[in-house]
């Protein structure tokens, strides 16, 4: 199972937002709405900030946004915040019990 | 507060094996699938496995089929993961995730535990 693919960095000035893609194939993205995704501070573990494509779990902010076309699933920080600078990966359910994660994207605040 | 703590992690020479745990709280762990996630050092994520709910469905990622294997003790709220045959690919951050429901996200993260392979 390959890797699904982002963009290696993204970045934005405090209060603009940032579009993060994640490409699959229909055998992951494009074949479930199973697309998560997840930030990474620095030395830190994970966090859920998007489930099924496009929902937020409890205490995510909703500056944090998903969706989903076709292959390619995307999440989109608006307004930007300091905090916010970080690793983002994206998640898939790929079928037959696997799972596949993105490349990574790390976002810089300007 | 719902917590994941892992541990067992340590360094290994090839070939040897290592077995991690993962201590669940403040959740229906009996009724969750569970995961391992692993990180390599300035790497990305990568799905290891999995154990459902049940304890008898267990899947894993073809990197280490055949090596690895996942369990869980419910009496305990723990989960395992035991590791043969390890290669220097092996190494990185093994984290236990608990899923949001079968096959969605993963909304619980252990802080990981530190597996090293080498000679």
């Known amino acids: 199972q390959s890797a699904l693919t982002q963009p290696p960095s993204a970045s934005g000035s405090p209060g603009q937002s940032v579009t993060i893609s994640c490409t699959g194939t229909s055998s992951d993205v494009g074949g479930y709405n199973y697309v998560s995704w997840y930030q990474q501070h620095p030395g830190k573990a994970p966090k859920l900030m998007i489930y099924?494509?496009?929902k937020r779990p409890s205490g995510v902010p909703d500056r944090f946004s998903g969706s989903k076309s076709d292959n390619t699933a995307s999440l989109t920080v608006s307004g930007l915040q300091a905090e916010d600078e970080a690793d983002y990966y994206c998640s898939s359910y790929a079928g037959n019990n696997n799972w596949v994660f993105g490349t990574g994207t790390t976002v810089t605040i300007l | 507060q719902v917590q994941l703590v892992d541990s067992g992690g340590g360094v290994v020479q090839p070939g040897g094996s290592l077995r991690l745990s993962c201590a669940a709280s403040?959740?229906?762990?009996?009724?969750?699938?569970m995961h391992w996630v692993r990180q390599a050092p300035g790497r990305g994520l990568e799905w290891v496995t999995v154990?459902?709910?049940?304890?008898?469905?267990?899947f894993y990622a073809d990197s280490v089929r055949g090596r690895f294997t996942i369990s869980r003790d419910d009496s305990k709220n723990t989960l395992f993961l035991q590791m043969n045959s390890l290669r220097d690919d092996d190494t990185a951050m093994y984290y236990c995730?608990?899923?949001?429901?079968?096959?969605?996200?993963?909304?619980?993260w252990g802080r990981g535990t530190k597996v090293t392979v080498s000679s």
């Open positions: 403040e959740f229906s762990f009996t009724t969750c699938g």
């Open positions: 099924e494509v496009n």
């Open positions: 995730v608990k899923e949001r429901a079968p096959f969605d996200g993963f909304d619980v």
């Open positions: 154990i459902w709910a049940d304890g008898r469905h267990k």
